[in-house]
T-cell receptor
Framework: GDSVTQMEGPVTLSEEAFLTINCTYT??????LFWYVQYPGEGLQLLLK?????DKGSNKGFEATYRKETTSFHLEKGSVQVSDSAVYFC??????????????FGKGTRLSVIA | EAGVAQSPRYKIIEKRQSVAFWCNPI?????LYWYQQILGQGPKLLIQ????????DSQLPKDRFSAERLKGVDSTLKIQPAKLEDSAVYLC?????????????FGPGTRLTVT
């Protein structure tokens, strides 16, 4: 079945450092790809998404490019802030046999940014 | 607009007891999801409703878990009897429709501890 693999955490960075969180996927169809973020004490929120190859999703300074040839959707940010400390989840949504498109999540990567 | 509401936020029960969780989705959202998030893992879909009909319950342990969405609005998820391995955060999400182009909005979750 479909699956998502993302880099193990936790990741600890200093403020203004460059961030990369790797994500690769396997899917039977042509999935849409997502990054979700969970801030401490809050629910999951959609950070960005891409629906076809070479699409770049971006939001709040974060970017990720849908790479079909490497089945990857790595999350990047040029300069992290303390407020970016959270757990980040890579996810895909593939068209199932019944026509529904459930989200399949990776295990999550905890990011801590220190001042 | 109000977000997805869930209650209770926390619940501690002993194994073999019963428990129920409640979810109120965003007004007008036809699709409702229940996810289980075990510590250190990403959310896993348990059941998806479209209005008051079940679209996907393939990963719901039906011998002990049940869910309903009366009148296509609120939903309840029940576990009876609970096992130790059911300790997790139970997330409810809703979206306008069920396709991958529709963003899923998550509630804060109910943290269940089974002792």
């Amino acid at each position: 079945g479909d699956s998502v693999t993302q880099m193990e955490g936790p990741v600890t960075l200093s403020e203004e450092a460059f961030l990369t969180i790797n994500c690769t996927y396997t899917a039977t169809g042509y999935p849409s790809l997502f990054w979700y973020v969970q801030y401490p004490g809050e629910g999951l929120q959609l950070l960005l998404k891409a629906t076809k190859a070479d699409d770049k999703g971006s939001n709040k300074g974060f970017e990720a490019t849908y790479r079909k040839e490497t089945t990857s959707f790595h999350l990047e940010k040029g300069s992290v802030q303390v407020s970016d400390s959270a757990v980040y989840f890579c996810a895909l949504s593939d068209l199932g046999n019944s026509g529904n498109t459930p989200l399949v999540f990776g295990k999550g990567t905890r990011l801590s940014v220190i001042a | 607009e109000a977000g997805v509401a869930q209650s209770p936020r926390y619940k501690i029960i002993e194994k073999r007891q019963s428990v129920a969780f409640w979810c109120n989705p965003i007004s007008g959202h036809a699709t409702l999801y229940w996810y289980q998030q075990i510590l250190g893992q990403g959310p896993k879909l348990l059941i998806q409703f479209q209005n008051n009909g079940v679209v996907d319950d393939s990963q719901l342990p039906k011998d002990r878990f049940s869910a309903e969405r009366l009148k296509g609005v609120d939903s309840t998820l029940k576990i009876q009897p609970a096992k130790l391995e059911d300790s997790a955060v139970y997330l409810c999400a809703s979206s306008l429709e069920g396709g991958s182009s529709y963003e899923q909005y998550f509630g804060p979750g109910t943290r269940l501890t089974v002792t």
